[in-house]
Structure formats: C-alpha cells, structure tokens
C-alpha cells in the first residue's frame, strides 16, 4: 500500500510577545522553513519599514529613520531558516507589534511579535517550547572583542560555555551533553544565543545568558515547555464517515484548527478540537492543527484508497516513515473492528488471529496473505510522525465463485493425474500386440 503525502503551502500567522529592556539590544525570532530565493520584510503595524532583504543581501534604501543604523539580520543563518531581527539600543518607542514576512519558493509565512520595552530591573524574557523539538534561547550584546559566555541555571549549573574563540564543554551538566549549541558565527556580531535540541520536561528554568567583552552583560530567559498531543481520529455514526482532530495541551491560546478537500479550505476553528464529515470519499482530506505559542504546525490527512490485490494479499506501508514512527492495522466488517498489527521501529506485534497470515517484508511494511472471502471489508491503515498522522482506508471485496473457480481448476489437475495410467495401460498391451504378432509372421 503506498501512502501518497499531500504537500500544499499554508499562509500561517502566529504571535508572540517579547520584552526588552531600555537602551539594552533585543532579538525578536522568526524562523521558517529553508527554502529558496528568501524574501524577508520587518514592519510595524503602523507599517514603519524596519528592515528589508531579498537578492541575497539587506535591502534599506526604504527603512524607516527611526531604525536607521539600529537593525540587523543574521545573514549566514537565513539559509538554515533564522529570519530573527536584531534592534540595538532600545528606545521606548520601539513598543509595537512587529511583522515578520517570510516568502520563498516553497511558500510564506508571517509572525506577528509583541515588543515590550521595561525598564532594567523589570527586563526578561519568556520563551516557550515544544516538548521533544528545538528551541532558541535569545540573547544579543554590543560586539566586542575576546567574547566570554556563560549560560547557567542557578550559581553553577552550566549549560554551555565559550571563550577563547571556541565552545568550552569541561564543566557542562550532563543534562545537557549533545544537546546545546551556539550561533559560534554570529557571536562576534552580538548574538550569544543558545539552541537547546530534544527539549524535555525538565529543562524548564530560568537560564542565565552572561557575557564578557570590554562591557559586561546579563539577560535571564524563562524557559517553558509545553507537550503538544495531536491526533486524527475517524468514527461512523449512521453510515457517515466522521474524521476529529484535537490537541491536547495546557496552553490552548489561539490554537488554530484547519480543514482542506483536496487541499481547498473548508472549514476553520479556534480550538482545541474540530470535526469534519466525509462528503465525498473519492476526496482527500487534511486538517492543520497550528499553535502560535510554539510556532508548531501539525498535519493529519485521510483518503479511501483503491485496493490493489497481489497474490491474494494487500498490504499497509510506511516507506515514507523516517525517524520515529506508529503504525496501525485495523480491519472493519459492519460494526466489528479488530486490530490486524502494529508497528513501530521494534518487531511488529500481530494480533493472533493473524499471526501465520502476516509477512513483514521489511521494517516498515506489513502485508497479509491468504485473503479469502472472509475477509472482505475495511482495512485501514493508520500511521503516525511528528509531525503528521495519515489515514488510509481500503474497501476490499473477495467472492466465493473466485474461490470456487481456484478449487474446480485444482480437481481438474487430480483428474488427469488420475486418468494418465488408464490411458498409457491399453496403448501399452497395443504395442504388445502388434510386436506378437510381428514374430507370428511367416519369413518371406
């Protein structure tokens, strides 16, 4: 069974706030999917140009005078997906809300960023983060010389250290041990911030940026994770196909529910959970589950497949599946659905009933064998990622008279076994005869 994935280009919009402090440096994210041929514009929502960059380089000849000298972008990283926007020197007129368009070949994208700007006793920053993906602490400082940092939690907890142009690991936590980096290009131009990988739990916190050059400097990041639990799941209720999709999570703020027919929107919620029916099953359906708090985006995607029967089998494929993966194998008849197999990157774990009919060709296929008339029904094949879950459903139908037809063609086959030696038995005692009767004949 070979599972096809819809890609289609979302226009998102997501918001988050930032506080800064006065006469100090911020950095307001963004970040996108790499792509080709960025196009990347900063404004206000006063529609203040604040910075401009397409055909691979800053383009100012358009930015505002209050931003003038103020602002930059970390050019060596847009290609890895960072359009974040640096403003030094804060002023308390830089309180506003802040727009981030990205555009490349694949699609765009748009952020909308709260800038608050406190005075120095009130300054921190909260960053929240999704549970088992990446996040980037910020912290930016005025470019000097001979640059020492210090990420700690606490007095002497170290995250990540560097001084002497390199990443300083010795006293690292363990904690954090392959999990932390930094931006090493991008620190002799203010930017010391940390990427934390395979976030856990436990790393919420309150981290500790410091950094020495001619001046010193201290910014403190609270760090929030929260666990985003999304699923699709399908119910029949009076011959209708029902297809749900929620989130499960503490911060629900503006989660966005989406649904598209053939990539077509239909239908649009904010919420935590949103229901679709199935209208026309020769469609494909996809909902988007968008959380602007993380930034995250979460596919689920269903479709009827047409069943292809090979050596009276059928089979439910994962060649897609990189990384971590699930699948499950159901088979529906009327009411009554039943586990078939499911699978992960372990052995499969099949269902007893099935367990001489199934071959597991390799580690992400399943396929079973011996189809016969009862097993006509529903199979369906469920596979779920990261960052997306697909549905696939096979409506398959096997008739007796095949089977009849495969029985009949097996009794031909004993029939002429068995009349062979009949036939072979009287032409045997003919040429008997005929030799006899050779030695009979008179010599000429």
């Given at each position: 069974m070979v599972v096809v994935f819809l890609i289609f280009c979302i226009f998102e919009v997501t918001q988050g706030v930032i506080v800064g402090e006065l006469n100090s440096d911020v950095i307001l994210p963004c970040f996108f999917i790499p792509?080709?041929?960025?196009?990347?514009?900063?404004?206000t929502s006063n529609k203040k140009i604040v910075h401009s960059f397409y055909t691979s380089k800053d383009q100012l000849e358009y930015q505002d005078n209050d931003y003038s000298r103020r602002t930059s972008?970390?050019?060596?990283?847009?290609?890895?997906?960072?359009?974040s926007l640096l403003i030094r020197d804060l002023k308390k007129s830089d309180e506003n809300t802040y727009k981030c368009y990205v555009g490349t070949r694949?699609?765009?994208k748009e952020v909308d960023i709260t800038l608050n700007v406190i005075g120095k006793k009130q300054a921190g920053v909260i960053v929240v983060g999704e549970l088992n993906k990446n996040v980037i602490l910020p912290c930016?400082?005025?470019?000097?010389d001979d640059e020492v940092i210090h990420w700690i939690i606490g007095e002497d907890k170290y995250v990540i250290s560097y001084y002497h142009n390199k990443d300083q690991l010795e006293n690292q936590d363990k904690d954090y041990v392959g999990r932390t980096a930094l931006f090493n290009n991008e620190i002799s131009k203010g930017n010391a911030s940390l990427q934390i990988r395979n976030l856990r739990k436990s790393d919420e916190n309150t981290y500790n940026c410091y950094v020495g050059t001619r001046t010193e400097k201290t910014e403190y990041i609270t760090l929030q994770v929260i666990d985003l639990q999304q699923t699709m799941e399908y119910k029949w209720d009076h011959n209708s196909l029902h297809l749900t999709c929620s989130v499960n999570t503490s911060t629900s703020e503006g989660i966005t529910i989406t649904w598209y027919e053939n990539n077509q929107e239909v239908q649009k919620n904010q919420s935590t959970k949103s229901s679709y029916i199935v209208r026309n099953e020769s469609l494909t359906y996809q909902c988007t589950i968008y959380s602007p708090t993380v930034q995250s985006s979460w596919t689920g995607s269903w479709r009827m497949k047409e069943p292809i029967m090979k050596d009276d089998s059928i089979t439910c494929d994962c060649n897609f599946c990189n990384g971590t993966f699930n699948s499950k194998w159901y088979f529906k008849k009327g009411t009554h659905e039943v586990e078939i197999a499911s699978m992960d990157k372990s052995f499969p774990i099949i269902s007893t009933e099935y367990k001489d009919r199934i071959d597991n060709l390799n580690k992400h296929n399943l396929t079973l064998r011996k189809l016969g008339p009862s097993d006509s029904g529903?199979?369906?094949?469920?596979?779920?990622?990261?960052?997306?879950?697909?549905i696939e459903m096979t409506a398959v139908s096997i008739s007796g008279e095949n089977e009849n037809h495969k029985l009949n063609a097996k009794s031909h086959r004993k029939r002429w076994i068995l009349l062979v030696p009949f036939i072979l038995v009287p032409l045997g005692a003919i040429f008997k005869i005929l030799k006899d009767m050779k030695k009979a004949r008179p010599n000429e």
């Open positions: 792509g080709v041929d960025e196009v990347i514009h900063w404004t972008l970390f050019v060596t990283e847009i290609s890895k997906g960072n359009a694949i699609g765009k930016s400082f005025t470019p000097g529903n199979y369906i094949c469920v596979i779920k990622m990261e960052q997306n879950m697909d």
